[in-house]
């Protein structure tokens, strides 16, 4: 996905924000601080629906947040790849933690939640250390598969302040392409949605 758009003006976030209702829940502090609560606040919810895709497998399914860690079977050529992330979509989400270099890039709609996007980058042994005892195994085991101290990540979260979308390089050692970058990255998708409480 290519960078877009500059950053909505002041009255546009207002508008974003109050048309969505539940907008108390928005951080009022920097990009980094909203984008670090989010783990927390995704995670006070009871479960959601999650789908995970891979430029050639996919995964999807009921995750329970107070639960152990899920492990979805994925499905597609590529199925037999290792794709941690749609294994255990959740430990993406607590990789969030580790978000470094946060930049808004504006509010988007997700599966038709209000969010607001930002481009980010992931320091994996910051956001293990960050990571709750109970899910730090699934974290620390998900970050040694992806093979890289910290890779680019696009974060999208949402008027009550909770992920829907996480989305990183297949190849972590990849840079974030610029916008005159005519390559198409391979991304690794994770979507959130259908949240209960």
């Given at each position: 996905?290519?960078?877009?758009?500059?950053?909505?003006?002041?009255?546009?976030?207002?508008?974003?924000?109050?048309?969505?209702?539940?907008?108390?829940?928005?951080?009022?502090?920097?990009?980094?601080?909203?984008?670090?609560?989010?783990?927390?606040?995704?995670?006070?919810?009871?479960?959601?629906?999650?789908?995970?895709?891979?430029?050639?497998?996919s995964?999807?399914?009921?995750?329970?947040?107070?639960?152990?860690?899920?492990?979805?079977?994925p499905?597609?050529?590529?199925?037999?790849t290792?794709?941690?992330?749609?294994?255990?979509?959740?430990?993406?989400?607590?990789?969030?933690?580790?978000?470094?270099?946060?930049?808004?890039?504006?509010?988007?709609?997700v599966?038709?939640?209000?969010?607001?996007?930002?481009?980010?980058?992931?320091?994996?042994?910051?956001?293990?250390?960050?990571?709750?005892?109970?899910?730090?195994?699934?974290?620390?085991?998900?970050?040694?598969?992806?093979?890289?101290?910290?890779?680019?990540?696009?974060?999208?979260?949402?008027?009550?302040g909770?992920?829907?979308?996480?989305q990183?390089?297949?190849?972590?050692?990849?840079?974030?392409?610029?916008?005159?970058?005519?390559?198409?990255?391979?991304?690794?998708t994770?979507?959130?949605?259908?949240?209960?409480?």
């Amino acid at each position: 996905m290519s960078r877009w758009s500059p950053v909505l003006p002041v009255f546009g976030l207002v508008a974003l924000l109050g048309a969505c209702g539940g907008g108390s829940g928005v951080s009022r502090g920097t990009p980094e601080a909203a984008v670090r609560a989010a783990p927390d606040r995704t995670f006070g919810a009871s479960s959601a629906q999650v789908e995970a895709a891979a430029p050639d497998a996919s995964s999807a399914g009921t995750v329970r947040f107070a639960g152990p860690a899920p492990e979805l079977q994925p499905t597609g050529p590529g199925a037999g790849t290792n794709y941690p992330e749609l294994r255990d979509p959740l430990a993406m989400v607590d990789l969030v933690r580790g978000a470094l270099e946060v930049v808004s890039y504006g509010g988007t709609a997700v599966r038709e939640a209000s969010t607001f996007r930002y481009e980010t980058v992931i320091d994996v042994e910051a956001a293990v250390r960050a990571t709750p005892e109970a899910r730090k195994a699934s974290v620390r085991a998900t970050a040694d598969r992806l093979g890289s101290p910290a890779f680019y990540a696009d974060v999208w979260v949402d008027t009550d302040g909770r992920i829907r979308r996480v989305q990183v390089p297949v190849e972590k050692t990849t840079k974030r392409p610029g916008n005159r970058d005519r390559s198409k990255p391979r991304l690794i998708t994770v979507d959130l949605f259908a949240f209960e409480a």
